[in-house]
């Protein structure tokens, strides 16, 4: 039953993994060519052990160059944050993975590798943090399949006894009305000026199929509903490529009901690194681009005004990551972490 269990989560997994890319990362992908690369994996995961307790970053992965620096500002400032922690950077799309290995050389590993190495170097307790937005797809599939597998193999009653790993999840970015306020207040206060200078802003989040995730979209809506409140609060949009009732047609709609024709307009996206969906989506010259499509509808989007940067380029953004790690340690361990 375990097994029937683990093979459909496993579907499922791979069916949301090759959709949740846009465009040019979003072709079919070839099962052989990532079995093929199972081999760099385990050598990627490289383990480099200075403390019994990690932090495992986790994130979809991008094929992008500014989006991979970005990953790299995120680690580093969890490596300054947690010096009594060894940190580490996972991917779970193996379309990115397998693509950014062709193009550098360069792999990241699964979830499930590292758990691997990481049980085989020793660590005692692995904090794992999800890099994800909402609480939606990506977030659930870390959760109920790699964190859950990787728990029953350690702490399940098959397991050794000697064993046991103590593990811990933390929450994506916009889970819980606390951390949408904050980062409310982070977003608002980087337009604030251009806000009163008479510029509206539009946020693109990704968001998840409304039908099995609206829990996670809502956190989109709980966003949006908090930035109306901000003084010139109207000029602010929020918006997904996939979300049933907030993709871009509802943008237009909320602009052509709040905003002047003609005025200018900024584009940033909500994400956590500027990828397919900042560069294409949201910033590209194709015909149903958000730039394309609100130019169509009467209004100014220059392109110098369309922000490639993600959420994790700003560090008070990634604070907020941090304190979900924080409370996450402190559900799983209490005051025993701090002490270390």
């Not at 399940?156 to 951390?179: H, Q, R, W």
């Not at 943008?251 to 397919?276: C, H, R, W, Y």
Request: glycine fraction near 8%; include cysteine.
């Amino acid at each position: 039953m375990k097994k029937f269990l683990m093979t459909a989560l496993g579907a499922l997994m791979l069916t949301a993994l090759l959709s949740a890319c846009s465009s040019s990362d979003n072709e079919p992908i070839d099962e052989n060519s990532f079995d093929g690369i199972k081999g760099e994996l385990a050598k990627a995961a490289k383990i480099d052990k200075k403390h019994d307790s990690a932090i495992l970053l986790v994130t979809f992965g991008s094929t992008w160059d500014n989006a991979h620096e970005t990953y790299k500002k995120v680690v580093d400032q969890f490596k300054k944050d947690f010096p009594d922690q060894d940190v580490y950077l996972a991917f779970t799309s193996k379309i990115c993975i397998t693509r950014w290995g062709a193009k550098t050389k360069e792999y990241f590993p699964t979830p499930d590798f590292w758990f691997r190495a990481m049980k085989k170097a020793g660590y005692k307790k692995i904090h794992v943090q999800s890099l994800h937005v909402i609480p939606g797809e990506e977030f659930a599939m870390l959760r109920d399949w790699y964190v859950k597998d990787f728990n029953l193999l350690v702490n399940g009653e098959d397991a050794p006894k000697d064993g046991n790993i103590f593990i811990s999840l933390g929450k994506p970015l916009l889970d819980g009305e606390e951390s949408i306020n904050k980062v409310a207040d982070i977003l608002y206060n980087q337009h604030k000026e251009d806000l009163a200078n008479g510029k509206a802003v539009a946020f693109m989040g990704h968001g998840n199929p409304e039908q099995s995730y609206a829990y996670g979209n809502k956190s989109y809506e709980d966003l949006y509903e908090v930035l109306q409140k901000k003084e010139n609060g109207n000029h602010i949009f929020v918006g997904t490529v996939d979300h049933g009732s907030m993709k871009i047609d509802f943008v237009i709609k909320e602009a052509e009901k709040n905003f002047k024709k003609g005025g200018t307009m900024i584009l940033q996206p909500i994400m956590s690194i500027a990828g397919d969906h900042a560069h294409n989506d949201m910033a590209g010259n194709e015909e149903d681009s958000w730039k394309m499509l609100l130019r169509q509808a009467g209004f100014n989007v220059p392109d110098n005004d369309c922000i490639m940067k993600g959420l994790g380029d700003y560090p008070e953004i990634v604070k907020v990551w941090e304190e979900h790690l924080k409370e996450s340690m402190d559900e799983q361990f209490g005051a025993e972490e701090d002490e270390e």
